[in-house]
């Protein structure tokens, strides 16, 4: 198994060296502290956790640091340590993302030093909805505690609005044989004002579980991202002569790359992990039974069917989320509820591509063409049913040949039935101008065509002499007038001496996207991403949209604005 380390040799030059250096020899000690803790080796974590919550010590690890530091002393009941470590959190890092488990922890110090009130106070001011459970359980753990009614009649007194005081002392009144009329006409008017079901009284004569600490160890607590990347690096390849035949997947591997950087600045700290991967299954069964491996959050890839099927088989049963980065097979989807594509499927892609040319073409009958690969067909096929599944009927259906002479002979001159509009599939970018130029001879110089963007030299194809009659599917089409695609070609430059290519920008993208979802959501990931609102945060592309599906069903038809080429729902 060859595993690429993530300060591969062509990114020798990324960054600051001696930055970098430092904040791997703090992120070595964190994770180290981190394994002692869950060890229950608390001393030893502190030890190390020490020196990483000095003022002059800036790591995205420190209020981690910090934390866990006050995590372990709490467990060696050295509380005052403790709390003192959490308020000194809370003064250099107010904006932490995880401030509230510990303002949770500090609540848990003061009613365990007895400090009932103090630890009232600040549970109450927790706002985060995650947590309400832990509150609840600590709560209730210390007020069953209490065995004088006068102590909590007063409690109840200070905090009005507290259910959970306000359930501990109805149930103490009512099971108390000793109450007097009095106390249980108290009872009464609590159980009018709270409402009270009885599943919560049920639940309150219970034995509550001592909740003393918060929610245990998971992903989303060790304060950072494990991102394996399985990609064919192909290094046998790489000292040789000739031009590596899978070069996207270090371009992607660089978009990657310039997101951990980006994410690094917004708080987000990733750890990437690069392997070599071939298309051979064993080799995955052995990655998979890595333990390294299995701490991943995020796995991108791996693109061939028997290590898609090995690595998905253990993906669905785990915490982490698996990303194809580059496939239109909405069928590798069923593997799992966690398992998302990041382009749109071939059929969404030809239901929105049918759904736009209904509205711009006046009839029925259609002519389609298409390529040589597997994907053209596969294109073709599916436009031709989604059409038909509108009453549309195909004129024509050819598979070409980009030339001309060719395409002049085996393509109808449709001199009697004419189509509505023409869809073309094609890898070949000769073939788009060749089409258009043949329809134009043929007198059909208004009639719409949808064709996909590969069908065309973008570069070199005038697209804009065909008007308003052509349209594009392109799932990912670069705005060079966009000024954060110039900015990132500028840092891309300066940092490889080369231009990026398409999938520079979709490795970008795609761990800029999933990575802020995941710090954001953390285990409630698909309901974040279902309830997302759409063009909220800008991407180098055309964005995300997994509001109804794990494929992201962004629009790929463009339209050409006069300028340049836009989604037709903008």
Known sequence: MKVIIVLMFFLAGLGNAA????????EGRYKSALSDYKQARYAAAMEKLSPLTSVNTKTPFSPYAHYYYALSAYQLKRYKESKQMLLQLQSRYPGWNRIAEAQYLLGAIALES???????DYLTKIKDSSLAKDILALKQHHLDAITDLAKLRELQRQYPNDRDIALTLVHFIESSPSSTQTDLQ?????????KFSKKEKVASAEEKPKRSIPKSESQWTKGYMDVSVLLPFRLDEFSTGKRRSNQF??????GLT??????????ITVNLWAYDMSADAKTMEAIVDNKNFQQSDMVIGPLYPGTFDVTANYITNSNAVMLNPLSTDGNLLKAGSNIYLAHPSIAFQMQKAAQWMKTQAMGLSIAIYYGTTPKDSAMAFAYANEWKGKSGKVLEMVKIQPDREWLETNV????????SHVALFSSNGSTGPMI???????KLTTTPVIATSTSFNLQQSRLGRFGSRLYLID?????????????????????????PSVYSYQGYDQLMYFARMMYKYKDRLRDGMQSARLGEEEYLLSGFNFTKSNENQITPVLKYNGSKWTPVDR
């Open 19 to 26: 930055f970098a250096q430092s904040n791997a020899q703090a």
């Open 114 to 120: 007895g400090q009932l009130n103090d630890g009232l």
């Open 186 to 194: 108290i009872a009464d008017q609590l159980q009018r004002q709270f």
């Open 249 to 254: 997947a270090y371009d992607y591997y660089l």
């Open 258 to 267: 310039m997101a951990k950087e980006q994410l690094a600045t917004e708080g």
């Open 412 to 419: 109808s001159t449709f001199e009697t039935a004419k189509p």
């Open 436 to 442: 258009m130029d043949m329809l134009t001879d043929r």
């Open 475 to 499: 799932t990912d089409p670069v705005d060079r007038e966009k000024e954060s695609i110039r900015e990132f070609q500028k840092n891309y430059w300066n940092k490889t001496s080369t231009f």
